[in-house]
């Protein structure tokens, strides 16, 4: 059974439209979200340890609203300023900015303890140098963790930042405007046809039906 590890039910919803024939459920399970830049190394170790967690394949999701004229802000951080800013005041201070051109991004990161041969799609193989210098390990030791293999899928939507609109959706939806709609303005269906996580998850249903 493959788990897919969120504590947030918007995510899910969109999810199950890709992975519906019931190998697939959610794990409530609230990783440590480690500081970095960019979400793939937060999905790898989040997926790392999820899969410690769990002892079964793990989909961890981790996503993010990138404003381009902050330089990308929030971003990895975007979680952190809905629950103390709020998506409202967000647009409020955008609508200063002479640009407000915006991206979702979204990064799957998929562990289930195995190796993965090459392919496009990015691997964080994790320090396995640090791991091998550590020596013998534990299960619940870090350095061992680090050496899972993760493989990422990574969706990205442009659009841009406006006044809040439409009832659907989560987060920041309602201020994303993606081709003259925003994302809460459509249904799962249709935000999922154009969405950063859709893209993800198209990419990784369709390597995932091989393995
Ligand atoms: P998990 O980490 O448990 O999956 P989360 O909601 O905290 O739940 P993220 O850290 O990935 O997930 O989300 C970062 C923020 O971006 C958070 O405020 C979400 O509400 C928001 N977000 C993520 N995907 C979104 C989407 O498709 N539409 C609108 N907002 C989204």
């Not at 399970?29 to 979400?39: K, N, P, R, S, W």
């Amino acid at each position: 059974m493959l788990r897919y590890v969120t504590t947030n039910p918007g995510k899910v919803r969109e999810a199950e439209r890709y992975l519906t024939d019931g190998s697939v459920s959610q794990l409530d399970f609230d990783y440590t979200e480690v500081q970095a830049d960019e979400l793939g190394p937060i999905a790898a170790r989040g997926a790392r340890e999820a899969y410690r967690h769990a002892g079964e394949p793990v989909l961890v999701d981790d996503a993010g609203l990138f404003i381009e004229g902050f330089d990308g802000f929030p971003g990895p951080y975007s979680a952190y300023v809905e629950e103390t800013l709020g998506v409202e005041r967000v647009h409020e201070i955008a609508a200063d900015l002479d640009d407000r051109r915006a991206a979702f991004r979204c990064t799957l990161g998929y562990c289930d303890g195995e190796a993965f041969a090459a392919s496009p799609d990015p691997v964080d193989r994790g320090d396995r140098d640090a791991a091998a210098a550590a020596g013998p390990t534990t299960d619940d030791d870090p350095a061992s963790a680090e050496a899972l293999p993760v493989k990422l899928f990574e969706g990205y939507v442009p659009g841009r930042i406006v006044a809040p609109r439409g009832d659907g959706g989560f987060g920041y939806d309602p201020i994303f405007e993606h081709d003259g709609e925003t994302f809460a303005e459509m249904d799962t269906d249709r935000k999922n046809a154009v969405s950063h996580r859709g893209r993800a998850l198209a990419k990784f249903a369709e390597w995932y039906a091989d393995r």
